[in-house]
């Protein structure tokens, strides 16, 4: 692409970039002769009596605990509101219905590295005379699905129909399911992570002819995403993310961080950085250990957690939307409900759990972080392969970490939008999908005319 022939020339180096590999996660040895099956296969999501009436049981058996006086969310999901929660899903909750709306679009299988891939293909109903589609994979992340984006497809496959722009700028969305993650075959093998995962996605979409494409992700999507611009960046028109970590150390971030709270400018924050970002032990320390408990015991040992999680679907319901609510804004830790149903439906909320149910994935869902952590325990191994493909960054403003964009450009080398969102936290996706669907558009509009 013409951008990274121009850096090319201009810095007289290189790209570095991520050697893409192979692997082979299926059961047992990789076979020596024979070629991988690399149909399409349509898939269609199915429930039974059985599976129903077995979750019924379950629900039916819940144990309740009692929370202290005054718990809200403070102690974890409130126990007296996952009561309510119970008798919804036990009693009002329609499986079937859901069912019907996950279905609503094409959903696929794949076979991929031994392991079967699970993606819903999503394109326009109508497009304009002349007017190209942009191919764009978006990548979801833990506890979350391909069901995140529910919401936001439309906007993106059909954006004049809702008022978003005149259709000059149209998608065709192919949503994958991380591999471990709800309809995708778990890796029967050790170490798998993002960089296989970038590797698996960039195969999904050469699958299905695609030679340049937009990304888009946030929390896990949005590592294998970055992994994916590094890995191939002339196959990468551009990366789009709603979530960015950069875990730089170092005296000089140190003398940032001090010097910001008291002259930003100085150190190249905007007020508003300052704003998203101090005070700093609050926001940076206090609120993160309080919210990354899950992320040690995933690292280290997720299947002793995992095994009760699959085995209960109260506990399985607790332990995921616990995460749909402080992740969302922070302050819905003071809740007794914990602001839930003011952002989300119950039926969306458990929707998205019983995606983890009936394909029994949480556990391997869990794993994906040992198998990062184990190799690169910082989450920074990759740092040092710089993105340039053209980035735009959706910063928003309950997001758990505020990365400001002098910070992100350390990384990532050709920022082409930057935007501070005026609400919406962890899940954009799910929670502002008109917000994020404007700024994907507006980063693609520009990248585009470049």
Not at 342 to 370: A, F, G, H, Q
Request: overall charge neutral.
């Amino acid at each position: 692409m013409w951008w990274m022939l121009l850096y090319w020339l201009r810095s007289g180096r290189k790209f570095k970039t991520i050697d893409m590999g192979d692997g082979w996660w299926g059961s047992g040895e990789r076979p020596l002769r024979g070629k991988e099956d690399e149909s399409i296969r349509p898939f269609k999501i199915e429930t039974s009596d059985k599976e129903i009436e077995d979750l019924h049981r379950r629900l039916d058996n819940f144990r309740f605990t009692p929370h202290v006086e005054g718990a809200a969310f403070h102690y974890g999901f409130n126990s007296s509101y996952l009561r309510k929660v119970v008798a919804y899903w036990r009693n009002q909750f329609d499986w079937r219905k859901q069912v019907e709306v996950l279905n609503k679009y094409p959903h696929f299988h794949t076979t991929i590295e031994g392991i079967d891939i699970h993606f819903i293909h999503v394109k326009p109903s109508y497009v304009p005379h002349g007017r190209a589609v942009q191919p764009l994979l978006m990548v979801h992340g833990w506890p979350g699905s391909f069901y995140e984006f529910y919401k936001i497809i439309p906007l993106l496959t059909e954006p004049a129909r809702h008022g978003l722009n005149e259709g000059d700028v149209v998608f065709e969305v192919i949503c994958p399911s991380i591999p471990g993650y709800g309809f995708s075959e778990a890796p029967h093998q050790k170490g798998f992570d993002s960089i296989a995962t970038a590797r698996i996605f960039h195969k999904l979409m050469n699958r299905l002819g695609f030679k340049e494409y937009y990304l888009q992700g946030g929390d896990w999507g949005s590592r294998i995403t970055t992994n994916m611009a590094q890995m191939l960046p002339q196959s990468v028109k551009g990366l789009h993310l709603n979530c960015v970590f950069i875990s730089k150390q170092g005296l000089g971030r140190l003398i940032s961080i001090m010097l910001g709270a008291y002259v930003p400018w100085l150190v190249g924050l905007s007020t508003e950085d300052a704003r998203r970002f101090y005070p700093f032990m609050q926001k940076n320390v206090y609120d993160v250990l309080r919210e990354s408990g899950y992320f040690h015991i995933q690292g280290t040992k997720p299947d002793t957690l995992g095994c009760g999680l699959n085995d209960s679907p109260v506990g399985l319901a607790a332990c995921i939307l616990e995460k749909f609510s402080t992740w969302t804004d922070r302050s819905f830790l003071y809740k007794d409900d914990g602001g839930l149903e003011s952002k989300y439906s119950l039926d969306e909320l458990l929707t998205n759990v019983m995606i983890y149910w009936v394909t029994s994935s949480i556990v391997s869902s869990m794993r994906y972080y040992k198998e990062n952590l184990s190799k690169d325990p910082s989450l920074n191994a990759y740092s040092r392969y710089g993105i340039y493909v053209p980035t735009g960054i959706a910063d928003f403003p309950q997001e758990i970490l505020h990365t400001p964009h002098v910070w992100a450009k350390d990384v990532y080398k050709n920022i082409i939008t930057y935007s501070y969102m005026p609400r919406g936290g962890h899940f954009a996706a799910f929670e502002e999908p008109k917000l994020l669907a404007q700024d994907i558009m507006q980063f693609v509009r520009k990248v585009e005319q470049l």
